[in-house]
């Protein structure tokens, strides 16, 4: 998604400054989309759009692939950087290490909630709501000097 983001930007000829003063986002905000480092869905890219040539079609398209709710990698980099990103942005991170299913819950501070299973093979990231929803349920079950 930060690719299309920075090549309709490029192809419209405004810099990421313009960009975030036509759009009313940051310039910082941007700079993270287009490297990646931010999760984007299409109602985020609502404002770009009008300033990058109204090409509400192709963003709709590209945040459709872009926006898989769940991710299954293997242990190494990948998992790695989105540890990172989730501790990066979120702003609570919950992790329940008791029972059948240990989890992480990342508070995200806009969009959903992330859950993290940790399986010896791979880290399964989830966004589903009754994923997110239990993990919360738990949390809030547990008493308050865990």
Known sequence: ?????RALREAAGISVEELAARSR???????RVEAGYAPTRFTDMVPFAS???DD???LLKVSQQAHVPELRCAWGTEATR????LHATATGVHTVAGGAR????????????????A????????E???????????????????
Do not use: K
């Open 128 to 146: 589903d709501l009754s994923e997110t929803c239990v993990a919360r349920n738990t949390i809030d079950a547990l008493p308050a000097d865990m």
């Open 25 to 31: 986002g940051s310039v910082r905000g941007i700079e």
């Open 51 to 53: 300033v990058l040539g």
């Open 119 to 126: 399986h010896l093979a791979a880290a399964f990231f989830t």
């Open 82 to 85: 989105v540890l990172d990103l």
């Open 56 to 58: 509400y079609q192709r």
């Open 102 to 117: 240990p989890f992480t819950l990342f508070v995200m501070p806009e969009g959903p909630d992330v859950v993290f299973h």
């Open 1 to 5: 998604m930060g690719q299309e983001v």
